[in-house]
C-alpha cells in the first residue's frame, strides 16, 4: 500500500531528496489517539529527516514507549523495515552536518564576567582526518600506512617543469586555431609499493647482482685462461 505524504510541522531543507515512504502500516483499531495509518506514514517521514526517534514521536504526538510497543508487535514487520530505512536515510543529514562542522568549525560562546562578550570557532581536527579518511581513501586512506611512496628527489619540479609546458602548448594553439596536441596525461602522483612488494623488489636486485658478479667471474677466468695459453704457446715457440 503507498500512502501520500503527510504535512509535517519543520523546517524548510530542500536540500536533501525527499524520502519515499512506502511500507504497510500495522493494523491497528480505531483510536482518536493511537497509532492511525496515517500517522504511522507521518512517523516515519518525521523519522527520516530528523533521524530521531524522540523528535519523530513528538511531530505525530505520540510517547516513545508506544512507537517501541508498536514496532515489536509480530504484525509489524513493514513499520520495523521502514524505521531502518528511515534511519539509514537520515545518516545522510548526519554526515552533511559533519562535513559542514569539519569546514566551517563550531561557534562557541565568550563569556567574561557573567556576559557574552563573542565568541570563537573551533574545528575538529580529528573530525576532519576522520572525514578524509574515509570519504576520499585514495588519497588519505588507511592503506596507505602499509605503503611507501617513490618519487624522484626532483620529482615535482620535473613534474611542473612538462604541465607549463602543456600549459604553453595548448595556450598557443588555442591562440592561433591549431589543432590540440594529443598526448597521454602526466603522471603526476608518487607511485606506491608494499612492504612485499619492496622486498619482493631487493630479492630480484640481489639475484641480479649475484649474476652479474657469476658473470664478471666467468668472464675473469676466461680472460685469464686465454693468457695461459698464449703463454703456454710462446713457450712452445721458444723451446
Given at each position: ?17 525527499a ?10 483499531r ?16 518525521a ?59 563550531v ?12 565568541e ?6 580529528r ?5 578524509l579518511?574515509?570519504?576520499d ?58 612492504e ?9 636486485e ?17 680472460y ?16
Amino acid at each position: 500500500m503507498t500512502h501520500g505524504r503527510t504535512p509535517i510541522p519543520q523546517e524548510a531543507e530542500d536540500d536533501v531528496p525527499a524520502f519515499e515512504t512506502d511500507f504497510e502500516p500495522v493494523p491497528v483499531r480505531a483510536r482518536h489517539d493511537g497509532w492511525a495509518p496515517e500517522k504511522q506514514v507521518a512517523f516515519i517521514e518525521a523519522l527520516a529527516e530528523c533521524g530521531c526517534v524522540d523528535h519523530a514521536c513528538g511531530r505525530v504526538g505520540m510517547s516513545v514507549t508506544s512507537a517501541y510497543a508498536l514496532r515489536r508487535r509480530i504484525d509489524a514487520q513493514s513499520f520495523r523495515v521502514a524505521w531502518d530505512a528511515a534511519l539509514d536515510y537520515a545518516v545522510r543529514r548526519l554526515s552533511d552536518a559533519a562535513f559542514s562542522r569539519a569546514i566551517n568549525g563550531v561557534a562557541r560562546p565568550v563569556f567574561y564576567q557573567g556576559e557574552q562578550i563573542g565568541e570563537r570557532r573551533y574545528y575538529d581536527e580529528r573530525l576532519t582526518m576522520f572525514m578524509l579518511r574515509y570519504r576520499d581513501p585514495a588519497r588519505y586512506g588507511a592503506w596507505l600506512d602499509l605503503m611507501e611512496a617513490r618519487r624522484r628527489p626532483d620529482g615535482e619540479a620535473i613534474a611542473l617543469t612538462h604541465a607549463l609546458g602543456r600549459v604553453a602548448e595548448d595556450a598557443y594553439a588555442e591562440a592561433f586555431g591549431t589543432p590540440m596536441p594529443s598526448r597521454d596525461p602526466l603522471d603526476l602522483e608518487p607511485h606506491f609499493v608494499t612492504e612485499r612488494e619492496q622486498q619482493q623488489a631487493w630479492i630480484a636486485e640481489n639475484a641480479a647482482r649475484k649474476a652479474d658478479n657469476a658473470r664478471a667471474c666467468d668472464d675473469w677466468r676466461t680472460y685469464t685462461d686465454a693468457d695461459d695459453d698464449d703463454g703456454d704457446t710462446d713457450a712452445d715457440g721458444g723451446a
